[in-house]
Nanobody, 128 residues
Framework: DVQLVESGGGSVEAGGSPTLSCVGS????????????MGWFRQAPGKEREGVAT????????WYADAVKGRFTISIDNTKRTLSLQMNTLKPEDTAMYYC??????????????????WGQGTQDTVS
């Protein structure tokens, strides 16, 4: 199995630039030890969870939702199994619970939450 733990959420002012982190762990024999997709997703109150950004660990290929393009940057440190999300120019509409997730690589790191089997517990980010 894979375990994911997010951190870095909190209350920030609009225009702020916090960074979220997600540390992954699991068996070294896990299929996730080599090629996989990791991503950030968010769920605002009363809304469905949506994809924010995803990354392919082996090549660093990235995908972003239109709402965050140019403001958020996803990155991964494979040696530390740490996923990061640098968020810039935050807006009140970015307020949400942010989750990281992982799935095996199948040629594309989808922003569709239903394609990700493993999830962290989430970290709340509130922008005012």
């Amino acid at each position: 199995d894979v375990q994911l733990v997010e951190s870095g959420g909190g209350s920030v002012e609009a225009g702020g630039s916090p960074t979220l982190s997600c540390v992954g762990s699991g068996s070294t024999e896990s299929r996730y030890a080599k090629n996989y997709c990791m991503g950030w997703f968010r769920q605002a109150p009363g809304k469905e969870r949506e994809g924010v950004a995803t990354i392919y660990n082996a090549r660093g290929s990235v995908w972003y939702a239109d709402a965050v393009k140019g403001r958020f940057t996803i990155s991964i440190d494979n040696t530390k199994r740490t996923l990061s999300l640098q968020m810039n120019t935050l807006k009140p509409e970015d307020t949400a619970m942010y989750y990281c997730a992982v799935r095996l690589w199948h040629g594309y790191c989808s922003l569709d939450q239903y394609q990700y089997p493993y999830w962290g517990q989430g970290t709340q980010d509130t922008v005012s």
